[in-house]
C-alpha cells in the first residue's frame, strides 16, 4: 500500500473495469434538459444545465437511499422513447472510455422505460444499441445488466427478458430499489429461474438493510455478486488488538470470494457508510475479501471510477498495486465469459498497469530499493 501518490489524471490512464453502474444514474446533465425539451418532460427542477447538475448532486446527499433514489425521477423521465435510451446509451459507453474503463457491466431496470408505449424487449434493443455504438473504436467493452425493482412485482418477467437477450449483450440479472421490507427472497421465481436457465445473478444487498438481506441474497437466492455489501461489516468485530473476529456469514462471503461491489462515495451519501475514511472498504480490503470499485450512480453522486479510486488513494494511501489488484479482482468477477476476462486480465490490464507503475520500478532500482 502506498507505493507512490497516484493522481486522479493518471488513475484515468489505466484500463479500469466497472461493475456497478446505472444506467439512469449517468446522464449528462445537458443531455437531460435537450431530452426533456424534445420528449416534452415537464417535471425538471430546472431548464439550466449548471443548476440541474448542482440539483442532482445535492439532492443525492441526504444520508438515505430512499431519499438518495428521488432524483431518478427525472433521469427516468427523459428515458421513455428508443431515441433518448440509444443516445443515453452511447453518451454512457463514450463517457466511461473517456475516463479509461475498459470493461464495464451497466445496469437498468427496463421496466421503468415502457410509459411512452415502448415493449420491454424495444427498450433493452435501444439500450444495447447505443452501447454498441458508443463503445465502437473507443477500447472498451460494455455489456448490460437487466435490473427488476424489488418494490414491483414483474422480476420473473425481467429475468426472462434477460434470458432473452443474453447472446446480444446482456450478462447478467439483478434487483434493485428500497430494500427494507422488501427482501430478495420475495423474487425467489425469478432467480430460481435465471438459475436453472445457467445465467448470472446479481442482487443489490447490504445497502439500506443489513445481514438479512445479504443471507437472504446469498444463501436464498444465488447471488454470485452483492451489490455494495456494505452491511457485511456488521458480521466482523475489531478487536482492541487489531485482530477482527469474522462471523459466519462473513467468513462464506470470504471464503467463496463473493465479490462486493462496493461504491464509496454513493454510500456516504445514501447513509450506508458514515464517511470516506470510515468506509468498511478499508477494513475489507485488508481482509482480503472480493472487494472491487465502481461508481453507482455517477451523476447524482458527482464521480467518475478514476475519482472513487483518487478518493480511496487520499482516504487509505492506496498506491499502483492496491488499484491493481481491485481492479483485476472486478475483472475475475464479471460476467463476461472466462475466455474473455483472461483476455482482458493479460492483454489490457496487466501491461496497463505495467506501464504506469514502470516509471517508479525504474526510480527505485536507480536508488536501490526494492520495486513494489
Known amino acids: 500500500m502506498g507505493d507512490v501518490s497516484v493522481t486522479v489524471d493518471q488513475i484515468r490512464q489505466v484500463p479500469k473495469v466497472m461493475l456497478h453502474d446505472h444506467l439512469d444514474g449517468g446522464l449528462r446533465p445537458g443531455t437531460i434538459v435537450e431530452l426533456a425539451r424534445q420528449t416534452g418532460y415537464r417535471g425538471l427542477p430546472t431548464q439550466d444545465v449548471g443548476e440541474l447538475s448542482h440539483y442532482m448532486a445535492t439532492a443525492s446527499k441526504r444520508g438515505h437511499l430512499e431519499l438518495y433514489l428521488e432524483a431518478f425521477q427525472h433521469t427516468v423521465g427523459v428515458m421513455q422513447t428508443r431515441d433518448a435510451l440509444v443516445r443515453v446509451a452511447a453518451e454512457c459507453a463514450e463517457d466511461l472510455a473517456a475516463d479509461g474503463v475498459a470493461y464495464a457491466e451497466v445496469r437498468f431496470a427496463p421496466e421503468l422505460h415502457v410509459n411512452a408505449g415502448l415493449s420491454l424487449d424495444q427498450v433493452v434493443e435501444a439500450v444495447l444499441e447505443g452501447f454498441a455504438a458508443g463503445s465502437a473504436g473507443r477500447g472498451i467493452r ?8 424489488r418494490t414491483a412485482a414483474r422480476s420473473l418477467e425481467i ?3 434477460a434470458v432473452r437477450h443474453r447472446d446480444r449483450g446482456v450478462v447478467g440479472f439483478d434487483i434493485a430499489g428500497a430494500e427494507a421490507g422488501s427482501p430478495p427472497s420475495r423474487h425467489l421465481d425469478a432467480f430460481q429461474y435465471v438459475a436453472r436457465e445457467n445465467f448470472h445473478i446479481t442482487i443489490h444487498a447490504g445497502e439500506g438493510f443489513g445481514l438479512p438481506s445479504i443471507w437472504e441474497a446469498v444463501q436464498w437466492c444465488g447471488a454470485e455478486r452483492l451489490g455494495h455489501g456494505v452491511r457485511i461489516i456488521d458480521d466482523i468485530a475489531v478487536q482492541p488488538d487489531g485482530s477482527a473476529a469474522i462471523g459466519r456469514l462473513a467468513s462464506y462471503v470470504r471464503d467463496r470470494r463473493i465479490p462486493l461491489e462496493m461504491c464509496p462515495t454513493s454510500n456516504v451519501h445514501t447513509g450506508a457508510a458514515a464517511s470516506i475514511g ?18 453507482d450512480n455517477r451523476l447524482m453522486s458527482d464521480v467518475s471510477l478514476s475519482s472513487e479510486f483518487a478518493t480511496l488513494v487520499e482516504a487509505f494511501g492506496y498506491g499502483w498495486s492496491d488499484i491493481q489488484w481491485l481492479t483485476i479482482n472486478a475483472m475475475k468477477s464479471a460476467f463476461a465469459p472466462f475466455d474473455e476476462r483472461l483476455e482482458l486480465i493479460n492483454t489490457v490490464i496487466k501491461p496497463g498497469f505495467a506501464a504506469a507503475m514502470a516509471p517508479l520500478v525504474a526510480g527505485r532500482v536507480r536508488t536501490g530499493r526494492p520495486a513494489p
Open 142 to 149: 460494455v455489456y448490460a445488466l437487466l435490473t427488476a425493482m
Open 159 to 161: 429475468a426472462e427478458l
Open 278 to 295: 470510515g468506509h468498511p472498504i478499508g477494513l475489507l480490503r485488508r481482509l482480503s475479501f472480493r472487494v472491487t470499485v465502481s461508481t
